[in-house]
C-alpha cells in the first residue's frame, strides 16, 4: 500500500487495527449509559445496580490483561483480538434478549469485560513493536479509539434506541462489534521483522532476525525491577480516582440544577478531551521525553480534579471535562509507550497487562468509594480532593524514576 510518493509502513496498518478495536470494544462500554432510561423504565433500574455493571466490566477488562498479554507474547495478537471482539459481540446480542435487569446486566458486563480484556492490551501491545522514534504519538493514535468510540457510540446506540428500541439497539451493535472482529484480526500483527522491516520502517536489526527471540527484560525479572513497582503503584494511585468523573459527573452536574441533556454532554466532552489527548500528547512526550511527561500529565491531572472541586455551572464543569480528558487521554497513551521503554519488546504486552491489574483495583474501588462518600455525606468533594491527593503521589513515583535508557544501562551493567 502506498500513501502519496512513499508506501506506506505497515505499522500504521497495525495502528489502525488497534483503533478499531478499542473504538469498538470500549465505544460500546461506554454506549451503555444511552440505555440506562430505558433499563429503567422497564425493569425499574436502580443506580447502584447501572453502576455496578459499569465497575464489573471494567475489573474484568483491566484484570484479564495479565493473562491475555502474556498469551499475546506467545501466540500473538490476533487470536486474542478475534476472540475478544467476538464476544463483545455475542455478549450484546445475549443482552439484547435478556428478561431482567441481572440478565442483561450478566450479558452486557461479561461480554464487554472479557471482551476487552481480551483484545485490548494484545492490540496496545502490538503496536508497540512497531514504532521507537514515535512510539508515543503511535500509542496516542491507537488508543484515541477509546476516546472517539466515547465520542460517537452513545450518541448512535440513543438514536438506535430512539428508532427501534433498547434490544434492537443492543443487537445492532453486537453485530457491528462481531464485524470488527473479522477486519481487526487482519490487521493486527506484532512482528515488523515477518515482514522484513524494522521499528519506525528502517532496516530490521541485525540482532533480532524473523522468529528469533525478542529483545527486552523476560516477564519475571521486570515484575520485581524498581521501575516496574514504581509504575504499578503510580498506575493504582491515578485509577482511584481516574474513572470517578465516568460515573458522577452527570449526576454531579444535575445535582447543581444542569439539564439531563447538558450533563450528558459533559461526558462527551471529556471524549473530546481525551481523544485530542491521545493524539497530541503522546507526539509532545516523543519529543520532551516519555516519563517526564507522564509526570506532567499526572500532576494536570490533579489540579483538575481540585479545580472540579471548585467548578460550579455547566461552563465551569465543561471546561475541566475537556482538559481533563486531554490529560486522561495522554496517561492512557503514554503507559504502553513506558512499558516499552523501560523493557523491550521480550514481554511486553504481558508487563502492560499485569500494570493493568493495578488499574483494575483502583478502578472498580474508586467510583464505588465515590458512591458511599456521597451517600454518607451527601456531597462530593472528599472523594475528589482526595483524588487529587492520589494523581500528585503518582507524579511523585514518576518523579523517583530514572531515565530508561539510563536504568537500562545500569541494569545491563549490573548483569
Given at each position: 500500500m502506498r500513501f502519496g510518493a512513499q508506501p506506506l509502513f505497515h505499522g500504521w496498518i497495525v495502528v489502525a487495527g488497534a483503533f478499531l478495536t478499542m473504538f469498538l470494544g470500549f465505544g460500546i462500554v461506554y454506549s451503555f449509559a444511552a440505555f440506562i432510561d430505558a433499563l429503567e423504565t422497564e425493569f425499574g433500574a436502580s443506580r447502584t445496580g447501572v453502576s455496578l455493571v459499569y465497575s464489573v466490566s471494567s475489573f474484568l477488562y483491566f484484570s484479564l490483561g495479565a493473562l491475555s498479554g502474556v498469551v499475546a507474547d506467545r501466540l500473538g495478537p490476533r487470536i486474542m483480538v478475534c476472540v475478544g471482539l467476538?464476544?463483545?459481540?455475542?455478549?450484546?446480542?445475549?443482552?439484547?434478549?435478556?428478561?431482567?435487569?441481572?440478565?442483561?446486566?450478566v450479558a452486557?458486563?461479561?461480554?464487554?469485560?472479557?471482551?476487552?480484556?481480551?483484545?485490548?492490551?494484545?492490540?496496545?501491545?502490538?503496536?508497540?513493536?512497531?514504532?521507537?522514534?514515535?512510539?508515543?504519538?503511535?500509542?496516542?493514535?491507537?488508543?484515541?479509539?477509546?476516546?472517539?468510540?466515547?465520542?460517537?457510540?452513545?450518541?448512535?446506540a440513543a438514536a438506535l434506541i430512539g428508532v427501534?428500541?433498547?434490544?434492537?439497539?443492543?443487537?445492532?451493535?453486537?453485530?457491528?462489534?462481531?464485524?470488527g472482529a473479522l477486519v481487526a484480526t487482519l490487521m493486527v500483527e506484532s512482528s515488523p521483522q515477518r515482514r522484513g522491516l524494522g521499528p519506525d520502517g528502517d532496516p530490521p536489526p541485525k540482532e533480532a532476525?524473523?522468529?528469533?527471540p525478542l529483545p527486552g527484560t523476560p516477564w519475571a525479572q521486570a515484575v520485581r525491577s524498581r521501575p516496574f513497582r514504581l509504575l504499578y503503584l503510580a498506575s493504582f494511585l491515578v485509577a482511584l480516582g481516574l474513572f470517578i468523573p465516568f460515573v458522577?459527573?452527570?449526576?454531579?452536574?444535575?445535582?447543581?440544577?444542569?439539564?439531563?441533556?447538558?450533563a450528558v454532554l459533559l461526558l462527551s466532552l471529556v471524549g473530546v478531551g481525551s481523544t485530542a489527548g491521545r493524539f497530541v500528547l503522546g507526539g509532545i512526550a516523543d519529543r520532551l521525553g516519555r516519563r517526564r511527561a507522564l509526570g506532567g500529565m499526572?500532576?494536570?491531572?490533579?489540579?483538575?480534579?481540585a479545580f472540579w472541586a471548585v467548578a460550579d455551572g455547566f461552563w465551569g464543569l465543561a471546561f475541566f471535562a475537556v482538559i481533563y480528558g486531554l490529560f486522561y487521554g495522554g496517561f492512557v497513551a503514554l503507559i504502553p509507550a513506558l512499558?516499552?521503554?523501560?523493557?523491550?519488546?521480550?514481554?511486553?504486552?504481558g508487563l502492560i497487562g499485569a500494570l493493568y491489574t493495578s488499574v483494575a483495583v483502583g478502578t472498580f474501588a474508586g467510583p464505588a468509594l465515590a458512591g458511599v462518600a456521597y451517600d454518607l455525606l451527601q456531597d462530593y468533594t472528599l472523594p475528589i480532593v482526595l483524588a487529587a491527593v492520589a494523581n500528585l503521589l503518582a507524579a511523585g513515583c514518576m518523579a523517583l524514576l530514572s531515565e530508561p535508557a539510563q536504568w537500562r544501562a545500569q541494569a545491563e551493567a549490573g548483569g
Open positions: 467476538l464476544a463483545v459481540g455475542i455478549g450484546l446480542i445475549a443482552a439484547s434478549f435478556g428478561q431482567s435487569l441481572l440478565l442483561v446486566g452486557f458486563a461479561l461480554g464487554t469485560g472479557l471482551g476487552n480484556g481480551l483484545s485490548y492490551v494484545p492490540s496496545v501491545g502490538a503496536v508497540q513493536h512497531w514504532f521507537v522514534r514515535k512510539r508515543g504519538f503511535a500509542s496516542g493514535l491507537a488508543v484515541a479509539g477509546i476516546g472517539v468510540g466515547m465520542l460517537l457510540m452513545p450518541p448512535l427501534f428500541g433498547w434490544r434492537v439497539a443492543m443487537a445492532v451493535l453486537g453485530v457491528l462489534a462481531l464485524l532476525p524473523a522468529g528469533g458522577h459527573l452527570v449526576p454531579y452536574a444535575q445535582g447543581q440544577g444542569i439539564g439531563r441533556a447538558q499526572l500532576v494536570g491531572l490533579a489540579v483538575m480534579m512499558t516499552m521503554d523501560y523493557f523491550g519488546a521480550h514481554s511486553v504486552s
